[in-house]
Nanobody, 126 residues
């Protein structure tokens, strides 16, 4: 059974930083595309950042470019999201997602991702 477990969320003041982690069990991530999505209250889930199997292809939503950094450690079966200069509008539940069908290319479409974590809450206060 494939499981994704996120951690690292919390309450932070605007301008602060957080580092989210996602540990995958039940399969290796070495051949998979991974991504982070988020869902703010009253809004649909949206793409945040994605990374291909090797880590050489990385892409971000415009709203987080220059502030967030996605990375992966295949040896630890983990993906990370370093978030800096946080804004109130970054408040959301953040989800880690895995695309089992490919490890290459880019996709911001949540329907292409097969496995999801339970989410971790990030709250940015003024």
């Amino acid at each position: 059974q494939v499981q994704l477990v996120e951690s690292g969320g919390g309450l932070v003041q605007a301008g602060g930083s957080l580092r989210l982690s996602c540990v995958v069990s039940g399969r290796t991530i070495t051949t998979t595309r991974m991504a982070w999505f988020r869902q703010a209250p009253g809004k649909e889930r949206s793409f945040v950042a994605g990374i291909n199997w090797s880590g050489r292809t990385i892409y971000y939503a415009d709203s987080v470019k220059g502030r967030f950094t996605i990375s992966r450690d295949n040896a630890k079966n983990s993906v990370y999201l370093e978030m800096t200069t946080l804004r109130i509008e970054d408040t959301a539940v953040y989800y880690c997602a895995l695309d089992k069908d490919t490890g290459v290319g880019q996709s911001v479409d949540e329907y292409l991702y097969d496995y999801w974590g339970q989410g971790t809450q990030v709250t940015v206060s003024s």
